[in-house]
């Protein structure tokens, strides 16, 4: 079967009930949702409201119309900055950002006149809240940054900054796609305003669900505009939540699936996923240090990181290496540019990429010893 050690691209395997409820779903229901008056579309309708009520639940937000549907966290983020930023607004935001946010605010400074201030993080990742609080003027619009980077897996001190949003009234949005699922998010306790998530990575749903939860009273315009299945005459996209945000069929057996992976999540508790991947980092951490030749990125503390590591062998290729890895020993990584070039400026490895792990739910201890056995192998040669 291999060794999946990719779950910063997309956790694998999903919980059984992922598979279970996705097939059933297709297989005996199979209808659209808000479109039909039938009973088995009104079955539909009811699991889409399930699933926004418990998504809600899930990050402490009390509004389930204001969790909007999208197809992954890149149109959640897209969503979110094309539909409140304008000519000439400024914009904060971090220096080890994932193309999903960065590559949309070069877009939009190219095409719309916005102002982008970057704020340098240290080479672990970290960023300080006060020069955040500094960077702004009167023209901030809004402050996006990563919980946690894809690179680095350092988690950003959204708190303070989401706090410090809050006193100059600036909304704040947060990317989870690294965390949700793994790691706590409150979005009273955190400040956030904005909190875009991606289903198919620690949330351990399907591909092709995400979100955007909404809990700002701004004006957010739509990406897209078409049918919603109700106030069909009216030839412009409705103003109420969900439907000002969502349009066009919905992917209801991933979001069925997605119910099912945060039921899941729930039931094992947050706190138990966080502390079993938590110790197969820091385990990861001492394992790798053994390796000849190693150079690990990021701060290599289990407290301050997701289960993201990255790292090069000197004088090796990160492909090389990788493809060493799948074709000798099924194992299973990343390696090269990660999305992410800003961070691979950073750490100085925008030239060469890097090897990154991506530790999940459902690896064990024995996984990180077969990888430091293949990787001993690897440097003994020439
Ligand atoms: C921090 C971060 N943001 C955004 C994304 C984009 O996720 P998706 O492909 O699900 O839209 C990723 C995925 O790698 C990520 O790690």
């Given at each position: 079967?291999?060794?999946?050690?990719?779950?910063?691209?997309?956790?694998?395997p999903?919980?059984?009930?992922?598979?279970?409820?996705?097939?059933?779903f297709?297989?005996?229901?199979?209808?659209s949702?808000?479109?039909?008056?039938?009973?088995?579309?009104?079955?539909?309708?009811?699991?889409?409201?399930?699933?926004?009520?418990?998504?809600?639940?899930?990050?402490?937000?009390?509004?389930?119309?204001?969790?909007?549907?999208?197809?992954?966290?890149?149109?959640?983020?897209?969503?979110?900055?094309?539909?409140?930023?304008?000519?000439?607004?400024?914009?904060?935001?971090?220096?080890?950002?994932?193309?999903?946010?960065?590559?949309?605010?070069?877009t939009?400074?190219?095409?719309?006149?916005?102002?982008?201030?970057?704020?340098?993080?240290?080479?672990?990742?970290f960023?300080?809240?006060?020069?955040v609080?500094?960077?702004?003027?009167?023209?901030?619009?809004?402050?996006?940054?990563?919980?946690?980077?894809?690179?680095?897996?350092?988690?950003?001190?959204?708190?303070?900054?989401?706090?410090?949003?809050?006193?100059?009234?600036?909304?704040?949005?947060?990317?989870?796609?690294?965390?949700?699922?793994?790691?706590?998010?409150?979005?009273?306790?955190?400040?956030?305003?904005?909190?875009?998530?991606?289903?198919?990575?620690?949330?351990?749903?399907?591909?092709?669900?995400?979100g955007?939860?909404?809990?700002?009273?701004?004006?957010?315009?739509?990406?897209k505009?078409?049918?919603?299945?109700?106030?069909?005459?009216?030839?412009?996209?409705?103003?109420?939540?969900?439907?000002?945000l969502?349009?066009?069929?919905?992917?209801?057996?991933?979001?069925?699936?997605?119910?099912?992976?945060?039921?899941?999540?729930?039931?094992?508790?947050?706190?138990?996923?966080?502390?079993?991947?938590s110790?197969?980092?820091?385990?990861?951490?001492?394992?790798?240090?053994?390796?000849?030749?190693?150079?690990?990125?990021?701060?290599k503390?289990?407290?301050?990181?997701?289960?993201?590591?990255?790292f090069?062998?000197?004088?090796k290729?990160?492909?090389?290496?990788?493809?060493?890895?799948?074709?000798?020993?099924?194992?299973?990584?990343r390696?090269?540019?990660?999305?992410?070039?800003?961070?691979?400026?950073?750490?100085?490895?925008?030239?060469?990429?890097?090897?990154?792990?991506?530790i999940?739910?459902?690896?064990?201890?024995?996984?990180?010893?077969?990888?430091?056995?293949?990787?001993?192998?690897?440097?003994?040669?020439?």
């Amino acid at each position: 079967m291999g060794i999946y050690l990719d779950n910063a691209a997309t956790s694998w395997p999903k919980p059984k009930v992922v598979y279970d409820a996705v097939y059933d779903f297709m297989i005996n229901n199979g209808t659209s949702s808000g479109r039909g008056s039938y009973k088995k579309a009104m079955e539909s309708d009811r699991l889409i409201y399930e699933t926004r009520k418990l998504i809600a639940q899930f990050f402490n937000f009390n509004d389930p119309k204001k969790v909007i549907f999208t197809s992954n966290i890149t149109e959640s983020l897209n969503l979110a900055l094309n539909g409140i930023l304008e000519n000439g607004d400024h914009v904060i935001t971090s220096s080890i950002e994932h193309n999903a946010v960065w590559r949309c605010l070069k877009t939009l400074e190219r095409d719309k006149g916005i102002t982008i201030t970057k704020i340098n993080a240290t080479k672990d990742g970290f960023t300080n809240p006060k020069d955040v609080e500094e960077a702004i003027n009167d023209k901030t619009k809004l402050i996006i940054f990563n919980h946690a980077s894809n690179v680095l897996g350092t988690i950003s001190p959204i708190r303070d900054i989401g706090k410090i949003a809050r006193t100059h009234n600036i909304p704040f949005l947060v990317d989870a796609a690294q965390t949700a699922g793994a790691y706590p998010i409150d979005i009273q306790e955190d400040n956030i305003d904005l909190l875009a998530f991606t289903g198919h990575k620690s949330l351990l749903g399907p591909m092709g669900t995400g979100g955007l939860i909404v809990n700002w009273d701004g004006d957010i315009k739509p990406l897209k505009s078409g049918g919603t299945g109700g106030d069909s005459a009216y030839e412009y996209q409705p103003d109420y939540y969900p439907n000002r945000l969502e349009t066009g069929t919905l992917n209801v057996s991933g979001i069925v699936g997605l119910r099912e992976s945060i039921k899941f999540i729930n039931k094992e508790t947050i706190e138990k996923i966080h502390d079993k991947e938590s110790k197969i980092v820091e385990y990861a951490l001492n394992r790798l240090e053994e390796v000849k030749d190693i150079e690990i990125y990021g701060p290599k503390d289990s407290e301050k990181i997701v289960g993201v590591i990255s790292f090069n062998i000197k004088n090796k290729r990160a492909e090389n290496v990788g493809y060493e890895l799948d074709s000798k020993y099924d194992i299973m990584l990343r390696a090269g540019l990660h999305c992410s070039p800003n961070a691979h400026d950073l750490i100085g490895t925008k030239e060469i990429g890097c090897i990154r792990i991506g530790i999940g739910y459902f690896n064990e201890k024995e996984d990180i010893d077969k990888l430091v056995a293949a990787l001993n192998e690897i440097t003994l040669q020439n």
